[in-house]
T-cell receptor
Framework: AQKVTQAQTEISVVEKEDVTLDCVYE???????LFWYKQPPSGELVFLIR??????QNEISGRYSWNFQKSTSSFNFTITASQVVDSAVYFC?????????????FGEGTQLTVNP | EPEVTQTPSHQVTQMGQEVILRCVPI?????FYWYRQILGQKVEFLVS????????KSEIFDDQFSVERPDGSNFTLKIRSTKLEDSAMYFC?????????????FGPGTRLTVL
């Protein structure tokens, strides 16, 4: 069965600090997808990134970067030079391509608070 | 850019009443989903729908729940007799299918409050 663990329930930083959100996953499939979503206080889910299991190349998008390591089953998310607008709940999610019909399994989420 | 829409944005109902949550997926998408998020908790899968039938459902999706695609555009979630614990945000999502598999697009959610 697929499982996603986000061990950090809450993180609080001061603006301009770098912050890394951890995500560890479990799956029996060899083909799977990993996602990060942002949920601001308004409640919608904002898609940030999708990676497939065959692409371990790290990705950078502006102040965001993602580190995918199959050897440790981790898909961590780093925000560089954090800003107050980054304050939100961040969810990591997993989708198995072979066994579960592509439903998303979400982690518990990490509440990030960026203080001015 | 096309997007998934959901109505209403907020629904308040009395315990025991039936509610229907509506979603309009992105046109030409093939797979449809409902997820639920109880306040302060994680997002949980409820059901997936493809080719006019349920393809997978979670243990949460019991006999009180049903889904339907009554026409070519709407996708609905019905709760027959609401309970207090059904209070949550309900998200609809759609997916285009191959070759853009696993790229799910979420609607803005419907907040359901059961009194």
């Amino acid at each position: 069965a697929q499982k996603v663990t986000q061990a950090q329930t809450e993180i609080s930083v001061v603006e301009k600090e770098d912050v890394t959100l951890d995500c560890v996953y479990e799956t029996r499939d060899t083909t799977y997808y990993l996602f990060w979503y942002k949920q601001p206080p308004s409640g919608e889910l904002v898609f940030l990134i999708r990676r497939n299991s065959f692409d371990e190349q790290n990705e950078i998008s502006g102040r965001y970067s993602w580190n995918f390591q199959k050897s440790t089953s981790s898909f961590n998310f780093t925000i560089t030079a954090s800003q107050v607008v980054d304050s939100a709940v961040y969810f990591c999610a997993l989708s198995e391509a072979e066994t579960s019909g592509s439903r998303l399994t979400f982690g518990e989420g990490t509440q990030l608070t960026v203080n001015p | 850019e096309p997007e998934v829409t959901q109505t209403p944005s907020h629904q308040v109902t009395q315990m025991g009443q039936e509610v229907i949550l509506r979603c309009v997926p992105i046109s030409n998408h093939l797979y449809f989903y409902w997820y639920r998020q109880i306040l302060g908790q994680k997002v949980e899968f409820l059901v997936s729908f493809y080719n006019n039938e349920i393809s997978e459902k979670s243990e949460i999706f019991d006999d009180q729940f049903s889904v339907e695609r009554p026409d070519g555009s709407n996708f609905t979630l019905k709760i027959r007799s609401t309970k207090l614990e059904d209070s949550a945000m309900y998200f609809c999502a759609s997916r285009p299918g191959w070759p853009r598999d696993n790229e799910q697009f979420f609607g803005p959610g419907t907040r359901l409050t059961v009194l």
